[in-house]
């Protein structure tokens, strides 16, 4: 039990796959101007990257690595993961079109972040088992989910501010990513 809760601190703190990997920045430094679509963007990812874990490791353990077929891991990974926003992009047209229509471009975005396949690949490299594996996607997704919505707020306040010239827009956006990014090697002391 005590191995799995650190699986999900591990991953959504202390190997933060925005802040720590660098994975999936694209999304995360363009929903993050508003908190409303960054907390559903984060919703979906938490969806898609748990679900695609699950579904990964599946066909990894029981097709793919039993017929010798590892090489194809890349490939089936995108498919599922792509398979899986299709299905969150039509849930949410349907039954959410606010917040479709907010997430824009990124929602099928999400298909080729590479935090999605970079978990699926992470959770077959360190060979977890099926719940480990499930585990690591949902902390995966709830790390990103944390930093887009901390981004998201610190935006806002920013946006309130009076900066100087140069520093307007990306750049003070990239120097707090980069402050948020040295506050959670923070974390690192958390688990030893």
Do not use: H
Request: hydrophobic fraction near 60%; charge should be positive.
């Amino acid at each position: 039990m005590k191995s799995l809760i650190l699986i999900i601190v591990g991953t959504a703190l202390i190997n933060n796959v925005v802040l720590n990997q660098f994975l999936g920045i694209c999304s995360f430094l363009g929903v993050s101007k508003q908190m409303k679509a960054s907390a559903s963007l984060g919703g979906a990812v938490i969806f898609v990257i748990t679900i695609a874990s699950a579904v990964a490791w599946l066909l990894y353990n029981k097709v793919l690595a039993p017929f010798g077929l590892d090489f194809m891991k890349t490939i089936v990974f995108i498919l599922v993961i792509a398979a899986l926003v299709q299905i969150v992009e039509m849930f949410l047209k349907k039954k959410s079109p606010a917040v479709y229509n907010a997430l824009g471009i990124y929602l099928p975005l999400i298909t080729t972040n590479c935090a999605v396949l970079g978990v699926a690949l992470t959770n077959v490299q360190n060979e977890y088992g099926f719940l480990e594996s499930v585990l690591a996607g949902f902390g995966t997704g709830v790390g990103y989910t944390l930093a887009i919505v901390l981004l998201a707020g610190i935006r806002t306040r920013i946006d309130e501010e009076v900066l100087p010239a140069p520093l307007r827009g990306a750049p003070i956006v990239l120097i707090s990513a980069a402050l948020m990014s040295i506050a959670f090697m923070g974390f690192a002391g958390l688990v030893f």
